[in-house]
């Protein structure tokens, strides 16, 4: 089966960190150019990083500086670091990729940065 699946995300203060990861099963990772969106409260699903199957990454201006994406591929996860975490970072993390023309999401990873 293939699927994609999230874990860590939770409850942390603002300037925080925070690590998520994305372990891949029935693909392999560093074949495919793979995503990671966020979904605030009422807001729009929003791309904030890609990694490249040659490692590139990008970034949002929203988190570029402070959000780092890397990739393991022994392990065929990758990882989200994310730091200097903000209220405005609340979200809904999800994985991502294109998997035989269609969207394979992770299940979802819900961050809430409060003091």
């Known amino acids: 089966q293939v699927q994609l699946v999230e874990s860590g995300g939770g409850l942390v203060q603002p300037g925080g960190s925070l690590t998520f990861s994305c372990t891949a099963s029935?693909?392999?990772?560093?074949?495919?150019?793979m995503h990671w969106y966020r979904q605030g409260p009422e807001k729009q699903r929003e791309l904030i990083a890609n990694?490249?199957?040659?490692?590139?990454?990008n970034y949002a201006d929203s988190v570029k500086g402070r959000f780092t994406l890397s990739r393991h591929d022994v392990n065929n996860t990758m990882y989200l670091q994310m730091n200097s975490l903000k209220p405005e970072d609340t979200s809904v993390y999800y994985c991502?990729?294109?998997?035989?023309?269609?969207?394979?999401w992770g299940q979802g990873t819900q961050v809430t940065v409060s003091s």
């Open positions: 990694i490249f199957s040659d490692g590139h990454t």
């Open positions: 029935g693909i392999q990772l560093s074949l495919y150019t």
């Open positions: 991502n990729t294109l998997y035989s023309a269609m969207d394979l």
